[in-house]
């Protein structure tokens, strides 16, 4: 079943045309991963799903019911945990929580039990008195999420939750999305941290300048770029060689380097590795490790975009 | 719907009044207007003249009957001295006036040529016009005694001495003077009127300030439409209102003991009416405001402004004609116009002066109403 379908989706502002005809379908049980660069239509895709944004032509569908002629039915199945912290400093955790699960109606007891569940479940059970102006970052982040499960939504959107924020946060927010996903929740994940959608997203999809260029499983999305290979080569300390020699070898497409380690993409057709090998001896550098490098996201991303999504 | 509002407005009044400072603001800032206006109003009329008298005619009758006579006046502290004390206490403002009686005084009022009497003052008419006015009275009496004796001085003796045991006495009766408290409400009501606008923009502002800090649209991701959101905020606006009216007219009539002129319910109403207009205005200056820091700044500019032209914070009958027409665009106008007619008994056109402000309201409802429907955008507004 589909917990979101998007159909023809767009959005103009004045002549930019910032989502072009999108078309998408997040299934029941997903973790979905939504990636594009800083302006590629992401933001407003989301803005559109939770109804703060009305779409120029096309149709949302929340759980088989149009998101403009239902917005209380879509409003009411969706938690957004937006890129920006959403929550009030001068309320404790627990006032913050129950605030806006008492936005979706929920009252008395049912409020008190699910936004004590909520703070536990981020791990915040115990700071629920505290104030935000008291968290970390980390906790802060946390508590966005909590305010945006307490209503046990169906679908939730996370829009880069892991901005900013410690290792261990980081790691505590990923877990808590794939134990969210276990308990029955699908989650829309947007990040630019493309090992944390490589660790957590069952589907992607790549979005660029409004449209969705690919749009698979992991492995699908790999697949696509069976024509390139990518080696990575250690160098020994004080190795001598020119970047420009061995980026004039027939099918290398890009070389990098980085602490005395040379990634290199070149076409898969062509078998290049001796001449690659011969052109760093020949200048001088020792080869301490040579490996050629599964596909990933990011590769798959910069093959796609011809831009790397970091860097954006 | 309803339940919705509910839950922001609550959240909004909890949220607001969390911080002791909002109570100081919202509540402590009306009362201390009546207080503000009261101390103006308050020495108003009760004012004593401090006479100081140096009487060089001895002890000749009618001098000495003349300073008995000031003694006597109401709201005046007479002292006894000479006239080089007198002048000394007069330059160093220990006195407001000095009345000098000189050598001869006495027997030139009974010449009916009255010479040898002066009032001096440093502070000028304001303090020498009821002493001079006053004293008139009594030296024309005189006069008029001196002429009736034809120049005889047994005559005029005879005269004057059954004048004096005749029973002549000045009665003076005190008329209870309702202008001054009248005043004094209209100016408590002027400066309440001021405190309303600013904390109804100070409450609408709650709104901007929600969408600084990203709250806004986390709510509006939520069941709660951006109408509900702002009808709530407009809910909580009116209760704030509606407690400022009632504390200040308590302390004004209860506390303080100031009577208004005209009944308190009607006084409240009209407050609680140009609540809504107040609201409405904060709402089209948030409305037009990109940010909080734009409405303050443009609220600076309206309220205050206004205020002053309207008359909240001196008398309107003090001023120009040309300004006193512009004044009356002014809403805040048309509720001391109101209060000012009320108490003077004349309601002929207090429908009139109503219809007025509920227009003021709906007017400004309407284009807040305008510009939140345009700007239907998460970048901009609602």
Same mark, same amino acid.
């Given at each position: ?28 049980? $997903? ?128 829009? $880069? ?57 992991? $492995? ?44 290199? =993409? ?45 860097? =954006? | ?44 009329? =009760? ?54 009686? $000189? ?83 209209? =100016? ?195």
């Amino acid at each position: 079943m589909n917990v979101l379908e998007i159909q023809g989706l767009t959005k103009k502002f004045g002549n930019f045309v910032a989502v072009d005809n999108m078309t998408l379908n997040v299934k029941e049980g $997903e973790i979905f991963g939504f990636l594009g660069s800083n302006g590629a239509g992401k933001s407003t895709t989301i803005n559109m799903i939770s109804s703060l944004l009305q779409p120029s032509a096309g149709e949302i569908r929340i759980l088989g019911k149009d998101s403009r002629k239902h917005s209380r039915h879509a409003k009411t199945n969706l938690g957004i945990v937006p890129q920006d912290l959403a929550i009030y400093d001068d309320m404790t955790a627990y006032e913050n929580v129950a605030f806006f699960a008492g936005l979706y109606g929920l009252r008395g007891k049912l409020l008190k039990e699910r936004t004590e569940e909520a703070l536990e479940f981020v791990g915040l059970g115990d700071r629920a008195k505290s104030r935000p102006s008291t968290f970390s970052g980390g906790m802060k982040r946390r508590l966005n999420i909590a305010c945006a499960i307490a209503h046990k939504p169906s679908l939730i959107i996370m829009d $880069e939750p892991t901005v900013g924020i410690d290792p261990q946060s980081r790691n505590y927010i990923l877990e808590s999305v794939k134990k969210l996903n276990e308990s029955g929740c699908t989650v829309i994940y947007t990040s630019h941290y493309m090992e944390e959608v490589e660790e957590i997203c069952s589907r992607v999809a790549i979005v660029d300048h409004g449209k969705i260029i690919a749009d698979g499983t992991k $492995e699908q999305l790999k697949a696509i770029i069976t024509d390139v290979k990518d080696l990575s080569i250690e160098l020994k300390p004080g190795s001598a060689y020119s970047l420009q020699s061995i980026g004039k070898i027939p099918g290398v497409r890009a070389v990098n380097e980085k602490e005395g380690r040379l990634s290199i =993409q070149s076409d898969a057709a062509v078998d290049n590795l001796n001449r690659i090998l011969k052109s760093l001896m020949d200048g001088g550098a020792e080869v301490k490790a040579l490996q050629e490098e599964e596909p990933n996201l990011e590769t798959v991303f910069l093959t796609l975009t011809g831009r790397s999504l970091r860097d =954006q | 719907m309803w339940r919705d509002i509910w839950w922001v407005a609550v959240h909004t009044l909890k949220n607001t009044f969390r911080k002791r400072s909002s109570l100081l603001v919202y509540v402590g800032l009306p009362i201390i207007g009546v207080i503000g206006s009261i101390m103006l109003y308050g020495s108003a009329g =009760q004012q004593v003249l401090r006479v100081g008298i140096a009487n060089e005619d001895g002890s000749a009758v009618i001098a000495a009957d003349t300073a008995a006579y000031v003694s006597s006046l109401q709201h005046v502290k007479t002292t006894l001295l000479s006239r080089e004390e007198l002048k000394k206490k007069l330059a160093s403002a220990d006195l407001d006036s000095g009345l000098i009686l $000189e050598k001869g005084y006495s027997d030139s009022m009974a010449a009916g040529k009255p010479e040898g009497i002066a009032i001096q003052s440093v502070k000028g008419q304001t303090v020498t016009a009821y002493i001079k006015g006053m004293l008139n009275a009594y030296l024309d009496n005189t006069a008029a005694i001196s002429r009736a004796a034809g120049g005889d001085r047994a005559a005029f003796d005879k005269l004057y001495a059954d004048y004096r045991g005749g029973g002549f006495k000045l009665e003076t009766q005190q008329v209870a003077d309702t202008s001054l408290t009248k005043a004094m409400s209209v =100016q408590s009501i002027g400066f309440l009127i001021l405190f309303m606008m600013t904390a109804a923009v100070n409450l609408s502002e709650i709104i901007l300030k929600s969408r600084e800090d990203r709250t806004y649209y986390r709510i509006l991701s939520s069941p709660i439409s951006a109408r509900s959101y702002v009808l709530a905020n407009v809910l909580v606006n009116i209760a704030v209102m509606v407690v400022q009216v009632a504390v200040a007219l308590v302390a004004l009539r209860y506390v303080f003991g100031v009577d208004p002129g005209l009944p308190i319910v009607q006084l409240g109403g009209m407050l609680i009416l140009f609540a809504l207009v107040s609201v409405s205005l904060s709402l089209v200056i948030v409305a037009f405001s990109k940010n909080s820091a734009v409405s303050g700044a443009m609220s600076n500019f309206i309220i205050t402004p206004s205020c002053l032209l309207a008359g909240c914070f001196f008398p309107i009958s003090i001023m120009p004609d040309t300004i006193r027409k512009i004044g009356d665009f002014m809403p805040q106008r048309w509720v001391l116009q109101s209060i000012d007619e009320l108490q003077t008994g004349d309601t002929s056109r207090i429908s009139i002066n109503l219809a007025v402000l509920a227009a003021f309201a709906l007017v400004f409802f309407l284009v807040a109403a305008y510009k939140f429907g345009r700007n239907n955008d998460t970048k901009t507004f609602v």
